[in-house]
């Protein structure tokens, strides 16, 4: 069995021009290399993102991050088995000793424990996706099998990702319907083509996009924006509901202040009953199947009242809620607080948390969804995450944008594997 080697990190640039890090591991003749993503609408308990400050890329430099990877993880980790992921992971948390990955950085971290998960399926000569099935078994006791996830895809943006054009921040198409995933990416493909000349016949823009690449018109509310796209469903020859339905991330943390969820596009300001009774209304008389934080990351007695007045039809996905962090997901939980939790690897900053996220929301019977960030890059770990640990929903955002399509490209070719 080869060791580690080397460590090196270096800074590169995401999908907004904004500098992150990516990191190499060296395993005798193996290699693996992994970059860490940058979220935009961040929950106040994510993983620590290290910037420099300074004048450097306006302060967004990572600097700071890279030499903690080279000169004090590097030191670290060499000798160790990149295999052993908990191992690695516990010496990464061992080095950084907070609570939020402060010290050493959760984007300098997550790139390092990622690139350690690439190493070891290198070293095995398996997919990375066996190999994150191989380690999600070690913390889950069922016997999964791994399996294609249902894309969630962005058709229109809001929120922090398109300059505020409306308040909810995704309007998704998500396939309801079981065809291959192929197809679903023509489906997809085409809903957001029609999508466009839809806004553009309503004297709308219908090219310009958001971070994640979807359309981000100036649209009078958020309902509007809901029914677009499901007239663009219609518009695509498929039936909204029963082929395609929709999913919404509300990301409401980003509008509630004071108390309240400030709408806006519609000018009111509503307490956390009124936003549920708002959803609610909305679930009624539209094909919506999924609502992604319809309430703040600490309105944890609304979530309650969401879950339990919508949690029976509609999937209540916490982003912001939980973090991927499984101290916050078990207060969920606890509190019957949402039965679905967005996972992403870098707001929890290692491997081996994020699988133990998912291990406890399987357990609790929660559904999960495997998540990219507004700011991505080529790397494409996310998709054989999803196939690994058999997600039933992943989240990349539009299918234009080659930092997206880099991950249903290899979904395509992992469909072909499976
Ligand atoms: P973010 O957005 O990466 O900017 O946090 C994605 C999301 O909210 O799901
Ligand atoms: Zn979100």
């Known amino acids: 069995m080869s060791e580690i080697s080397g460590v090196l990190a270096r800074e590169v640039l995401d999908s907004r021009g904004r500098p992150t890090v990516e990191v190499e591991i060296t395993a005798g003749a193996f290699r693996g290399r992994a970059i860490a993503p940058s979220g935009a609408s961040t929950g106040a308990a994510e993983a620590w993102e290290l910037r420099d400050g300074g004048e450097r890329y306006d302060g967004l430099g990572v600097r700071q991050a890279v030499d903690n990877v080279n000169q004090v993880i590097s030191p670290a980790l060499v000798g160790s088995d990149p295999a052993k992921q908990a191992s690695v992971d516990q010496i990464l948390l061992d080095l950084d000793g907070t609570p939020q990955k402060k010290r050493l950085g959760g984007n300098a971290m997550l790139a390092v424990s990622l690139a350690a998960s690439h190493a070891a399926a290198a070293m095995a000569g398996v997919p990375l996706h066996t190999h994150f099935h191989r380690l999600m078994d070690e913390v889950d006791e069922s016997d999964l099998q791994p399996a294609m996830p249902t894309p ?119 307490s956390s009953s009124e936003m549920v009774d708002r959803l609610e209304a909305w679930t009624n008389d539209l094909p919506i199947v999924s609502i992604e934080d319809g309430l703040a990351e600490e309105d944890w007695e609304g979530w309650t009242e969401l879950t339990e007045r919508l949690g029976d039809r509609v999937r209540l996905v916490g982003d912001d809620l939980f973090t991927t962090n499984t101290e916050r997901i078990q207060r969920g939980i606890d509190a019957g607080a949402g039965n679905s939790v967005l996972v992403k690897m870098n707001q929890i900053g290692t491997i081996s948390e994020t699988l133990a996220a998912i291990a406890l929301a399987r357990r609790a019977d929660m559904s999960f969804v495997v998540s990219a960030r507004s700011g991505e890059t080529e790397d494409a770990s996310i998709a054989d995450l999803a196939v690994g640990v058999a997600a039933p929903e992943i989240k990349i955002g539009s299918i234009v944008r080659s930092e997206r399509l880099a991950k249903y490209n290899q979904l395509l070719r992992l469909a072909e594997q499976l």
């Open 152 to 270: 969630m895809t962005n058709m229109i943006s809001g929120g922090l990702h398109a300059g505020g054009n409306l308040d909810f921040q995704d309007v998704l198409a998500i396939p309801v319907r079981r065809v291959d995933y192929p197809l679903l990416l023509e489906w997809l493909v085409k809903i957001y083509n029609r999508l466009g000349r839809l806004l553009q016949d309503a004297g709308m823009e219908g090219r310009l996009v958001g971070d994640e690449g979807g359309f981000g018109p100036r649209l009078g509310g958020n309902r509007e924006a809901v029914e677009f796209v499901v007239r663009a469903i219609e518009a695509a020859g498929l039936t909204p509901g029963d082929d395609v339905a929709i999913a919404l991330d509300v990301a409401a943390t980003h509008f509630f202040a004071d108390g309240r969820y400030q709408l806006r596009a519609e000018e009111v300001s509503l």
